[in-house]
């Protein structure tokens, strides 16, 4: 008899993809700092950061320009700056608090290339452990995430802060 795998989480995922929406990195105008409802740990003026709902693994965040463009050239040299000094923050403050022994870090410019989210500019930043890829995810098709999103969260939180 299978053993079940329960990820409740998931049907977020499923439902989510089923309705039109507005872009999950678009903030309301002025809204600076924190918010805990769309899982954002950091924004200034310029750019973002906000844990990933579906990730590939614990504190897999993505840093964003507020401005709502798809492409690197189409960001400003100010937005490019911006976002790669907060992926470097992102990855001191998990490394610091999560010890990994490295990052992905990565952009998927456009549908073909894998975004997701092809039409605004992200940055995938994924803390990975020695031997975090193993059957489940090599045979199964499945990732075990060790701690719950919203308890990372709030442990990143206190970090960024």
């Not at 050239?73 to 990855?91: K, N, V």
């Not at 994924?126 to 919203?150: C, F, K, S």
Request: charged share 25%.
């Amino acid at each position: 008899m299978p053993e079940t795998l329960w990820a409740p989480w998931r049907m977020d995922y499923i439902l989510d993809s089923q309705k039109p929406g507005g872009c999950v990195f678009c903030l309301p105008e002025g809204h600076l700092g924190p918010d805990e409802e769309r899982m954002v740990l950091y924004s200034d003026s310029v750019v973002l950061l906000m844990m990933n709902r579906y990730p590939y693994n614990n504190a897999h965040v993505l840093a964003a320009p507020r401005r709502h463009v798809a492409t690197l050239s189409e960001a400003s040299g100010r937005e490019r700056s911006a976002l790669m000094d907060l992926t470097a923050r992102a990855t001191e403050v998990i490394g610091g608090l999560m010890s990994p022994d490295g990052f992905n870090i990565g952009i998927n410019q456009g549908r073909a290339a894998g975004a997701g989210i092809d039409r605004h500019l992200h940055v995938h930043v994924t803390p990975r452990w020695e031997g975090d890829t193993n059957y489940m995810t090599a045979l199964g098709d499945t990732r075990v995430v060790p701690e719950h999103i919203r308890r990372t969260y709030e442990r990143l939180l206190e970090r960024f802060r």
